[in-house]
């Protein structure tokens, strides 16, 4: 029980797994806020699309924690710097295309009720990764 205990503790210490987890969370809270006063409607969390990007935010903000503990010359960073970059560049354009299919799909079958609102914007996406290299730097100083 005790070894189970200490791995639990570990896992749950280690910043560089548990600030992104914060980040994404803070900025689902954030999206939540930010629809609720622009169209005045309630959202649940970890819904597609909204402001900012809870996707970038955590992987911008496992970048900066990267950096931090290994180092802007390591491989590490790199490889989270590209996979950063990828789930970006999904945001924006995969997914936003698949929204577009959606609509498009939903106008000839009504009953269908596809999910339309699946992409980012470039400044959701920008937002959210702003958000969570700033969340996460704040929470390395601490």
Request: glycine share 6%; proline share 3%; aromatic share 10%.
């Amino acid at each position: 029980m005790l070894v189970v205990n200490k791995k639990i503790m570990s896992f749950v210490t280690n910043y560089p797994i548990v600030i992104p987890f914060i980040v994404i969370l803070a900025a689902e809270v954030v999206k939540v806020c930010v629809d609720y006063f622009r169209k005045r409607s309630k959202v649940r969390f970890f819904n597609y699309g909204g402001m900012p990007s809870g996707h970038s935010a955590f992987v911008s903000a496992l970048v900066v924690v990267v950096a931090y503990r290994e180092g802007i010359d390591s491989t590490l960073f790199m490889i989270a710097a590209a996979f950063a970059l990828i789930v970006m560049y999904d945001a924006i354009n995969l997914r936003s295309e698949s929204g577009k299919h959606a609509k498009i799909l939903n106008k000839l079958s009504p009953e269908a009720k596809l999910e339309e609102s699946i992409g980012h914007t470039k400044l959701e996406v920008i937002g959210g990764a702003v958000f969570g290299a700033v969340i996460a730097f704040v929470l390395l100083m601490v």
